[in-house]
């Protein structure tokens, strides 16, 4: 039995992509509003060392995770046509995966608290295995909605997932929980958000044991987690390797500088690679060239984002002063420079949906050996000097593993230097001036207190952006308009 295939005629698939776009990262805006506004109350009630805590227990969740399943999931996204077969086969292997990954889990936790010094990760990491049993029932329905575009299912179950979360999370910090308060709550958002996808999907699925057949989409997937285990060692390794030279409250500082630096680059992006990756699948399955979508993807994401980073690094002080409190106050210089080494991981990230669609998972698998080798030497070398040394390794390691991307990447997609250089340029043009006047207007300021220094800068920061790209890029404008506001294609 053959799952019937989506309509896809270029109006259609036009149509489906601008509405795929705004659900879901419409959802994401309004999901980490209520993530943020949570997780800062949670921030000024809870210490450095319970960040630095769960930081080391995300490790071990984390390189487990990679074998998830997730990539196999995603095979049924990129194939040209499914069967209900496949999608039982799938079902099976998520569940047999994530058990095993559950169990390995609850017995590895003694040695993991072992090689941090710190026994209480035993009980943090054996309840933590828990999030294993939620991935079935996330992984499948997500390959199912993505591969249909049906993103509006998915971001109401993703909002319930989030206010569950959330909900958690600041009532049992406000009940003096501590450290538990930042476990609890992922697993509550995680089985609410499993549930909601489920019943939105309609994926209610036998699983099937017998793989018979299903190479190929192992293969696919064996690739991406293959993948998947490489920018762990990329991203991960700063933690394995500082978390034995450094106190938990070392740890929860450069975390929680890292957090507020990647808040669009983990949470925001992602959703628009997931958009991304079934839209260019869709147009490789019609053998439609995939550069200057991507070019124009770059344009739109960089333009959104670059004054989020150049406005961070220079409002760190009054950011860290009145939202986070005096405790976190070390970490304004790790936030001002991770901040600057943002951009470059935005851009290097948005090449994999790319090239994975169009069959080539090698190519993401060869630039995330060369990212783990990069950075992880980086962070060997920045760990001797202090946690400043980790957020300076960032600054150095993503412009170089930027441009390895690009080199690798680039002829595959059919796009080139000057297009991706102009597809950015108008961002860093008009974020590169209103760094520029934050800071005049800054110099300018009286003696204020730390919320209304924030606000006025930040105003000041808004309102000179929106001028400059009115003045110098009304058509990029008007096409962003038209995608997030009209969902319709700008006529300009």
Do not use: C
């Amino acid at each position: 039995m053959t799952i019937t295939e989506p309509d896809t005629s270029p109006d259609s698939l036009r149509d489906r992509v601008r509405s795929a776009v705004f659900w879901r990262s419409g959802s994401q805006i309004v999901a980490q509003i209520i993530t943020w506004g949570s997780t800062f109350l949670v921030i000024r009630l809870l210490n450095p060392e319970d960040y630095g805590l769960v930081a080391m227990a995300a490790l071990v969740v984390s390189l487990l995770s990679l074998m998830e399943g997730f990539g196999f999931a995603s095979s049924l996204i990129q194939r040209e046509t499914i069967e209900k077969k496949q999608i039982r086969q799938v079902f099976g292997l998520l569940i047999l995966i994530n058990l095993v990954l559950a169990a390995a889990q609850y017995l590895i936790a003694p040695v993991a608290a072992a090689y941090f010094h710190q026994p209480l990760l035993v009980d943090i990491l054996r309840l933590q295995a828990l999030l294993f049993f939620t991935t079935p029932f996330l992984a499948l329905p997500f390959a199912l909605l993505s591969r249909a575009l049906e993103y509006r299912k998915m971001a109401i179950a993703n909002l319930l997932g989030s206010l569950s979360g959330a909900a958690t999370a600041l009532t049992l910090a406000l009940m003096g929980f501590g450290v538990w308060t930042l476990v609890y709550a992922p697993i509550v958002m995680f089985t609410v958000r499993a549930a909601s996808m489920t019943i939105a999907a309609r994926s209610f699925y036998w699983p099937s044991f017998s793989f018979r057949g299903a190479g190929a989409m192992i293969g696919f997937g064996g690739a991406l987690t293959a993948t998947q285990f490489f920018w762990f060692m990329q991203s991960q390794s700063d933690i394995f390797i500082a978390g034995r030279v450094y106190d938990a409250y070392d740890i929860g500082l450069y975390t929680t500088a890292l957090f507020l630096t990647q808040m669009l680059v983990s949470k925001f992006v992602p959703p628009l690679n997931d958009v991304a990756f079934s839209a260019y699948s869709q147009m490789h399955r019609e053998q439609k060239p995939i550069g200057p979508a991507f070019a124009n993807s770059v344009r739109l994401i960089l333009t959104a984002v670059l004054p989020f980073y150049f406005g961070l690094a220079i409002t760190a002080e009054p950011l860290v002063e009145s939202i986070l409190g005096q405790q976190w106050l070390a970490t304004i210089p790790l936030i001002s420079l991770l901040a600057f080494a943002m951009p470059f991981m935005t851009l290097q990230i948005l090449f994999a949906p790319a090239t994975n669609a169009m069959g080539r998972p090698g190519i993401a698998l060869r630039i995330n050996i060369a990212g783990a080798l990069i950075m992880a030497t980086g962070f060997l070398i920045g760990v001797n000097y202090g946690v400043i040394g980790l957020a300076k390794t960032w600054l150095i390691g993503m412009p170089v593993l930027t441009a390895v991307t690009m080199l690798m990447s680039m002829p595959t997609i059919g796009v080139s230097f000057s297009q991706v250089a102009r597809a950015v340029a108008p961002g860093l043009s008009a974020s590169l001036a209103m760094a520029i006047i934050v800071i005049a207007v800054d110099s300018l300021l009286p003696p204020l207190a730390p919320f209304a220094r924030l606000a006025a800068l930040a105003g000041t920061g808004i309102a000179s952006y929106a001028v400059l790209l009115m003045l110098f890029a009304r058509n990029l404008v008007a096409e962003m308009w038209m995608l997030v506001v009209k969902r319709q294609a700008a006529t300009t």
